[in-house]
């Protein structure tokens, strides 16, 4: 009986260690079951209600490439992309190509394809680079995953810094010497104004028409930043002419009718001039300046003996130096109302001997023909200055500075009283009278002597616009660089004509 219980007992272990042994191979994958020769199929390891879905695997994005990273606005820059398929956008910028200074990313909707930095460092180098990204729940945790693509090709660009350079003078208002503009190349302005008793403003102060009108926003300091203080013109194009929108002006203010004083007649053959031999005054340029002023030149011929002196003494000195005398009296015939008649010799004895002072003229007057000289620009400045008439008096400058100066006066509508050596324009030292530009840039000179050395062309004439040896002599550039001679001071120049210094550079003059 003992040994029978044993036995089973020991069949029984057998039995249980089989299947234990069997279990263990069914779980390693070591042991299997076909189907049955009845067709039945083997129970399943694992219940099919338990089995759970499978995930969508969520791919990266496509690389994403960049159309442009621009700055036209000082501390911000605009970078661009091409669409790709994702959920959104990231970028990151930094100052340095590894992206290891100063790095910021950010996230930007799939609707937009730029994005505007702002706060950057004015002057300096970033560098940017844009990603797409997918988003992948987490059905378990609900989280959200990102699946990023591969970042974009780094592009950079130096963030705009303003770059004030000179563009124009504003004609002045009482109580005002000039009215500066300065630009930036991307359309950013400032308005620098000087007083006539010398303080400095920026805005314009000038009554001028309603699109050109400012006020002063404060006194600058050294360390200030210049605001604009007021908008400019902006030109449409009407009817085949650029007509400002906001004054209703046209962008080129000059009239090209002329004036035949002697024969009372005009004409409108652009910037022609008749050969004129012997008169009192020659052909007169009526300009319209940006004022709404009208300007209407009469040009003298110094040696013209149809002249009638009423101060016959200076007859033979404006034939031999009366060619910065004429170059004034065409000036002030145009800006001063009571002096709209008066002839060089009047000039001399009404309006330039009280601005000089008796001591200066005697002295100059008192020597012999051949040692008199004529009236300098500082004497003009002068004469200017006590007739209350706008201008400026430049004698430090480049030929550069000069040439875009000038030609932003003269596209105002404004003359420039000018000098000379002996160049192409004149076979001596000269001053002449920059009236205006025609349609091909070209200066319209006025000149009290017709020859000019004969080198402005076929007729001698008093109004010049051209001359033999090239067209781009009349330039502004051109006669710009014949400025040889500039001075940080005028104090020890005379107002009469010594010499170089002091005289060989240009006078700015407005009217209102």
């Known amino acids: 009986m003992m040994k029978e219980s044993l036995y089973r007992n020991l069949r029984m272990t057998v039995i249980l260690a089989v299947m234990f042994l069997m279990l263990c191979m069914s779980v390693n994958g070591e042991l299997s079951f076909s189907e049955s020769e009845s067709g039945e199929e083997p129970p399943a390891e694992v219940p099919e209600e338990e ?3 499978a995930e969508p695997e969520v791919l990266p994005p496509k690389k994403v490439k960049i159309k442009s990273v621009k700055s036209t606005k000082e501390g911000q820059a605009v970078i661009k992309w091409k669409s790709v398929e994702c959920d959104r956008y990231q970028i990151k910028y930094a100052r340095d190509k590894n992206f290891t200074d100063s790095v910021v990313t950010k996230n930007v909707s799939v609707k937009n394809l730029k994005y505007t930095v702002k706060g950057l460092e004015k002057g300096k180098k970033y560098y940017f680079m844009v990603r797409a990204q997918n988003n992948k729940v987490d059905k378990k945790t609900g989280k959200t995953k990102r699946v990023s693509g591969k970042w974009s090709d780094v592009v950079s660009v130096v963030v705009h810094k303003h770059k004030y350079k000179l563009d124009s003078y504003l004609t002045p208002c009482a109580g005002v010497e000039y009215t500066a503009c300065y ?3 991307c359309g950013s302005a400032y308005y620098k104004t000087k007083t006539e008793k010398g303080k400095m403003y920026d805005g ?8 050109i009108q400012g006020i002063i926003k404060k006194t600058p300091k050294s360390s ?5 203080a007021v908008s400019t013109h902006s030109y449409t194009d009407v009817d085949g002419k650029s007509i400002c929108s906001k004054c209703g002006q046209e962008l080129n203010y000059i009239d090209t009718e002329y004036f035949d004083e002697i024969t009372n007649t005009s004409t409108n053959v652009e910037f022609t001039a008749p050969k004129n031999t012997n008169s009192s005054t020659s052909v007169a340029l009526s300009v319209k300046n940006q004022a709404g002023a009208k300007l209407k030149y009469k040009l003298y011929y110094q040696r013209a003996t149809a002249l009638e ?7 033979k000195y404006l034939a031999a130096h009366g060619c910065s005398t004429c170059a004034l009296t065409a000036v002030l015939n ?8 008066y002839t060089p010799d009047m000039v001399i004895e009404k309006v330039i001997r009280p601005s000089v002072g008796e001591k200066a003229f005697k002295a100059n007057f008192s020597k012999s023909l051949k040692r008199q000289m004529p009236i300098g620009l500082k004497g003009i400045a002068k004469v200017l200055e006590d007739n209350g008439v706008q201008y400026k008096y430049v004698y430090q400058y480049t030929a550069k500075s000069a040439t875009k100066e000038i030609t932003a006066h003269l596209e105002s509508g404004n003359p420039v009283i000018f000098t000379v050596p002996k160049s192409v324009y004149s ?7 920059m009236l205006s530009l025609d349609k091909n840039g070209r200066v319209i000179v006025g000149d009290s002597i017709m020859g000019s ?3 402005w062309g076929k007729n001698n004439r008093l109004v010049k616009f051209n001359t033999t040896s090239s067209s781009k002599s009349s330039k502004v550039s051109k006669i710009c660089k014949y400025f040889n001679a500039s001075t940080k001071s005028v104090d020890n120049v005379g107002y009469f004509y010594s010499g170089r210094k002091g005289n060989i550079g240009y006078i700015l003059v407005w009217k209102e």
Do not use: D, F
């Open 453 to 455: 050395a004969k080198k």
């Open 183 to 185: 630009k930036c190349s």
């Open 224 to 228: 200030a930043r210049y605001i604009p």
């Open 204 to 211: 314009v102060i000038t009554r001028m028409p309603s699109c």
């Open 51 to 53: 089995l759970e879905e």
């Open 427 to 433: 076979g001596g030292v000269h001053t002449m009278c």
């Open 309 to 315: 002196y009423k101060y016959t003494k200076y007859k």
């Open 334 to 341: 145009a800006t001063v109302p009571k002096y709209k008649n």
